[in-house]
């Protein structure tokens, strides 16, 4: 079955600053990619995903890489700010016809002043 | 629209009880799954359903069972609740309108359990 794996488990960076997440998944079948962020005490929020047939994304300060060959994805943050302090998860779906998908072990985000 | 609502935020069980934990969304969507969140982890998949009176296995359903009665409600059953049941569970829906079609996984704010 589809494994995620998503490193660092922590990552800290000066405000205004870019910061950079990164997974690995097993699948190739694998089709789409989503990233959630989650703040304390809430439920996990859609923040940017990406499917197969395109190899980056955008939206305002967060973008999306896909590498299917190398069967990895990342998150970039750029012009980080406070409020983007969370912790963040990448997904990828399993080919079943669910649309489940499997989720990394998450990256917990700080935001130095 | 009240999107994902789940019921308790928070509960004590002891060893051996029985609990359900409730969820309902209002979006109409097709697709609702049950997630456990333990300290420092990822979300884990229980259970989930694809429409009313379909449900199925995630990856760690053992100690657990759901039904789907309506589109609206998917609660979760845990009938001997043991330590190891201590987590935070997340129930989420999404809307697909053929099979294979991903998108939007909506998620309810949690379920915070200590079994002790």
């Known amino acids: 079955g589809e494994n995620v794996e998503q490193h660092p488990s922590t990552l800290s960076v000066q405000e205004g600053d870019s910061a950079v997440i990164k997974c690995t998944y097993s699948d190739s079948a694998s089709n789409y990619f989503p990233w959630y962020k989650q703040e304390l005490g809430k439920g996990p929020q859609l923040i940017i995903d990406i499917r197969s047939n395109v190899g980056e994304k955008k939206d305002q300060r967060i973008a999306v890489t896909l590498n299917k060959t190398a069967k990895h994805f990342s998150l970039h943050i750029t012009e980080t700010q406070p409020e983007d302090s969370a912790v963040y998860f990448c997904a990828a779906s399993t080919g079943s016809s669910a649309s489940k998908i499997i989720f990394g072990s998450g990256t917990r985000l700080s935001i130095r002043p | 629209n009240a999107g994902v609502t789940q019921t308790p935020k928070f509960r004590i069980l002891k060893i051996g009880q029985s609990m359900t934990l409730q969820c309902t969304q209002d979006?109409?969507?097709?697709?609702m799954y049950w997630y456990r969140q333990d300290p420092g982890m990822g979300l884990k998949l229980i259970y989930y359903?694809?429409?009313?009176?379909?449900?199925d296995k995630g990856e760690v359903p053992n100690g657990y069972n759901v039904s789907r009665s309506t589109t609206e409600d998917f609660p979760l059953r845990l009938e001997l609740a043991a330590p190891s049941q201590t987590s935070v569970y997340f129930c989420?829906?999404?809307?697909?309108?053929?099979?294979?079609?991903?998108?939007?996984?909506?998620f309810g704010p949690g379920t915070r359990l200590t079994v002790l």
């Open positions: 989420a829906s999404s809307y697909s309108p053929t099979s294979g079609i991903y998108n939007e996984q909506f």
């Open positions: 979006m109409n969507h097709n697709y």
């Open positions: 359903s694809v429409g009313a009176g379909i449900t």
